[in-house]
């Protein structure tokens, strides 16, 4: 690449030596003219190496697909989230309260906002699949019977905030739900025979996710989502996996037994049988990945596991592959943790480091439960953590954010304020 610059450069300096000849009639002017180009010459080949180089530097990336890159072409953007639950529905359900609630966080210098769509087995906006399904007998409507999510994100958009709509139980659903007695055989079992688990959320069923009708239930769902609201992204959590003891249903073992020839392991955190059921699920989300960059390229796919550890080995989710597949734009690992030394413990992790490198990252914190209050100190101690590391922070939940606290309304709005003291507003890519 230099010699063709040199050969570039003698050209261009011949011709700027012809052109100026014309105009000289000295011979004692043209000799120190070119002693002052041989003098200059290597100057003007490092600068024409360098621009070269820069220019290089500020193409845009493309994909294999020949789109351009969104994420390529923007800088890492703070993430500074709140999630909104079915805890936040009295909120959500009312244009007023909305409209109030997404000013504020937008005077407060947040930036985007993850409402729950996926909840208990059933959705939280008008699904003419699951209606189909007949999974969903009612229809969650805002008080004057509107489309709760579209008020939200029209809201949302209006203030500048991204909306990422969060698909919080993935594979899990409760025995009581209609998706658990409709479908029975959808879902998964340990291998004494038993279907639930205990949970967050109480007693759960497993969708199995190796099922192929699960899997496309799934995929349908998460792209009814994405193309029927203008949402920014969607988001999967550390329910789109499976507890390590599941997968013993007779589906997943005749798959594992023709795959391998030998019949799953007695021990459920045998090491090849817990990478081929988690391979299994890298496989479904790089196929959802791409069904849903195809319906809508620009789309957030967002991930907020539990740190790698616990997520691989006892939930089979390895978000780290998925992430060095290139199909995870944005990272937010969960670390609900009171204490701030493991707090940092966690957040220090390699695989967070390796994260920043290649795509925006944060973590979740806790600013509290409804029988759980968290003083503000200890989200301010935990926000300047992970702050100090480069890493972005997405409060769980909003209605912790200043209701059911410790503080003092006042107090507690105040000291949220002095979280972000200056705006970080997170580019829409249309």
Request: proline share 6%; no cysteine; charged share 20%.
């Amino acid at each position: 690449m230099v010699s063709r610059f040199n050969r570039k450069s003698e050209q261009w300096l011949v011709w700027v030596a012809n052109a100026s000849f014309k105009f000289m009639k000295s011979s004692f002017i043209v000799q120190s003219w070119r002693r002052l180009l041989k003098s200059l010459f290597p100057i003007l080949i490092l600068i024409s190496f360098v621009t070269v180089l820069l220019v290089d530097s500020f193409t845009p990336a493309i994909t294999e697909g020949g789109r351009f890159s969104a994420f390529a072409q923007l800088p890492r953007q703070e993430i500074r989230g709140v999630w909104m639950t079915t805890n936040d529905f009295d909120t959500l359900k009312n244009r007023d309260k909305v409209q109030d609630a997404v000013s504020q966080l937008r005077r407060m210098n947040f930036n985007t906002i993850y409402p729950v769509v996926w909840n208990s087995g059933y959705v939280m906006y008008p699904s003419a699949l699951a209606q189909r399904a007949g999974i969903q007998p009612f229809v969650y409507k805002g008080s004057d019977g509107h489309d709760i999510l579209a008020d939200l994100i029209n809201q949302a958009h209006r203030q500048r905030l991204l909306v990422i709509p969060w698909f919080e139980f993935g594979f899990m659903a409760p025995p009581t739900s209609e998706l658990a007695m409709n479908y029975p055989d959808w879902f998964t079992q340990k291998r004494d025979g038993s279907q639930t688990s205990i949970s967050a959320a109480g007693e759960v069923m497993w969708l199995n996710p190796f099922f192929p009708q699960v899997q496309q239930f799934i995929t349908n769902l998460v792209l009814e989502t994405v193309t029927q609201y203008d949402a920014d992204g969607i988001q999967f959590d550390d329910h789109m996996s499976l507890p390590h003891e599941f997968g013993y249903d007779q589906y997943t073992v005749a798959l594992y037994t023709k795959e391998t020839k030998n019949p799953p392991p007695n021990n459920p955190q045998d090491a090849a049988w817990v990478k081929w059921r988690a391979d299994k699920i890298t496989a479904f989300m790089v196929k959802l990945n791409q069904a849903v960059k195809q319906r809508k390229p620009q789309a957030i796919f967002s991930v907020s596991p539990n740190y790698y550890d616990l997520a691989y080995k006892f939930h089979l989710q390895d978000w780290l592959g998925w992430m060095r597949q290139n199909i995870v734009d944005e990272l937010i690992v969960q670390i609900y943790r009171p204490e701030l030394k493991s707090f940092v413990a966690n957040i220090s992790r390699a695989e967070i480091q390796e994260a920043q490198q290649r795509i925006p990252t944060g973590v979740g914190i806790m600013t509290g439960l409804r029988n759980n209050p968290v003083p503000m100190q200890q989200i301010k101690s935990q926000v300047r953590a992970a702050q100090e590391r480069g890493l972005g922070v997405i409060f769980f939940y909003y209605e912790s954010l200043w209701n059911d606290a410790l503080e003092s309304l006042t107090e507690r709005q105040a000291g949220f304020e002095n979280l972000f003291p200056s705006p970080a507003l997170r580019a829409r890519v249309e």
